[in-house]
């Protein structure tokens, strides 16, 4: 059967505060260091959240230099918690439930964030042999996020990640080499002595790339997962094919840079970033409202 990632990408992963029972605002820790409104432990409630699960300062969160809280994105697993797992039964009328949900919550977070990029993954693979392992394990994680709480609580997160970051990789090599306009080499043909350069874009993982500017840089087709680009400058750049996953984006500015197609970026890396009216971004993201005209 092959996944339908239409209806999840545009339903079930976005967020839906309106349904959830402020979980992001109990269940995490908390750093005033990092943008949050003063530092908590995880399993109390902000300071902020109020009784009907909303946020007092929603409407002015970047005013007061939360950026913490603008940043954060739960794939709509927070909805999903509330409403299907616990049914609507929230942890302040059920207090014994609450630490319970809490943990299932960071655990359904994961699950969710999973099915975003193996659904970003769908959409872009071109091997159909690869597509049908994509599409197999969505609908194997689909299922798991209707478990039961005892199910959600033991499961392997680690092992399902595993999978999932195989067929991430794989279509990451396809998409970066495409945009590099060269053809991948297969493992039969590829000269074991040749540099991976030779047929993708620059491999920056995990590079620290503080404050760098990195505008005169080649970066279409790019490995930038997890490179730390705090307050980089990127204006301008083209950074198609570019995979950003685990990339730290705060403060980078991306004002005029192209990331239409770049891949495995996510709202929430955008919502800790600089951009502007010009800024170009791929279907399934918004540009934050704060950003410059």
């Known amino acids: 059967m092959i996944y339908t990632h239409e209806y999840k990408s545009n339903k079930e992963l976005k967020i839906d505060c309106e349904k959830c029972f402020g979980l992001c605002c109990v269940a995490l820790y908390f750093s005033a260091a990092e943008?949050?409104?003063?530092?908590?432990?995880?399993?109390k409630p902000c300071i902020n959240l109020q009784s009907d699960f909303k946020c007092s300062v929603h409407k002015n969160l970047r005013k007061n230099g939360l950026k913490g809280c603008t940043a954060y994105h739960c794939f709509g697993a927070g909805q999903k918690v509330s409403q299907v797992?616990?049914?609507?039964?929230?942890?302040r009328r059920n207090p014994?439930?609450?630490?319970?949900?809490?943990?299932?919550?960071?655990?359904?977070?994961?699950?969710?964030e999973m099915i975003w990029y193996l659904t970003e993954a769908f959409i872009l693979q071109t091997d159909q042999n690869v597509k049908v392992e994509i599409s197999s394990l969505l609908n194997s994680i689909e299922?798991?996020?209707?478990c039961g709480v005892d199910s959600l609580l033991t499961l392997d997160i680690d092992a399902n990640r595993t999978k999932?970051?195989?067929?991430?990789?794989n279509t990451s090599d396809m998409?970066?080499?495409k945009a590099c306009s060269r053809k991948k080499i297969s493992s039969k043909n590829r000269n074991?002595?040749?540099k991976p350069l030779d047929y993708f874009g620059a491999d920056l993982r995990k590079n620290n790339l503080k404050g760098a500017d990195l505008r005169k840089n080649n970066l279409k087709g790019a490995d930038l997962r997890g490179a730390c680009l705090i307050a980089a400058n990127l204006r301008g750049v083209d950074l198609s094919g570019a995979d950003f996953i685990g990339a730290d984006l705060r403060d980078a500015d991306l004002s005029g840079a192209n990331l239409t197609n770049s891949i495995f970026l996510t709202q929430a890396q955008l919502n800790t970033a600089k951009g502007d009216s010009h800024t170009k971004l791929p279907m399934m993201l918004v540009p934050p409202t704060y950003w410059s005209k």
């Open 85 to 91: 797992t616990y049914g609507g039964k929230d942890w």
């Open 175 to 177: 998409v970066r080499a």
């Open 35 to 43: 943008g949050f409104p003063t530092n908590k432990d995880a399993g």
């Open 164 to 169: 999932v970051n195989i067929l991430l990789k």
């Open 192 to 194: 074991y002595n040749s």
């Open 143 to 146: 299922a798991l996020t209707l």
């Open 96 to 112: 014994e439930t609450a630490k319970q949900m809490f943990d299932v919550f960071l655990i359904m977070r994961q699950l969710h």
